[in-house]
């Protein structure tokens, strides 16, 4: 079993920049795929982008493509998800999760451990 803990989370103005961090334990994160979700007020979980268990390929959601970037490193056991050009639409609790799936893939059924997520909050 793998436990994961988001942080970096916040308030920031329209148009600035966050970076989270999704840090594992238990297992070696290099094990999984990992993907980024995130959860507004009232709506469903929706899928923001993952990448594969090396890191050579990655897959975003067509509202945060172009804006946001994924990355991991397997050595420190820990992903991030840059966030930049911040809407106020981006407000949301920022989930990661990863998955033994070795594709990346947008249904969150499909990940199998969860971290406790962090807030990200854009004002206008």
């Known amino acids: 079993q793998v436990q994961l803990v988001e942080s970096g989370g916040g308030l920031v103005q329209a148009g600035g920049s966050l970076s989270l961090s999704c840090e594992a334990s238990g297992r070696t994160l290099s094990t999984y795929a990992m993907g980024w979700f995130r959860q507004a007020p009232g709506k469903e979980r929706e899928f923001v982008g993952g990448?594969?268990?090396?890191?050579?390929?990655?897959r975003y959601a067509d509202s945060v493509k172009g804006r946001f970037t994924i990355s991991r490193d397997n050595a420190k056991n820990t992903a991030y998800l840059q966030l930049r050009s911040l809407k106020p639409e981006d407000t949301a609790v920022y989930y990661c999760a990863v998955t033994w799936r070795v594709v990346v893939t947008t249904a969150a059924d499909d990940y199998d451990y969860w971290g406790q997520g962090t807030q990200v909050t854009v004002s206008s």
């Open positions: 990448i594969t268990r090396s890191g050579g390929s990655t």
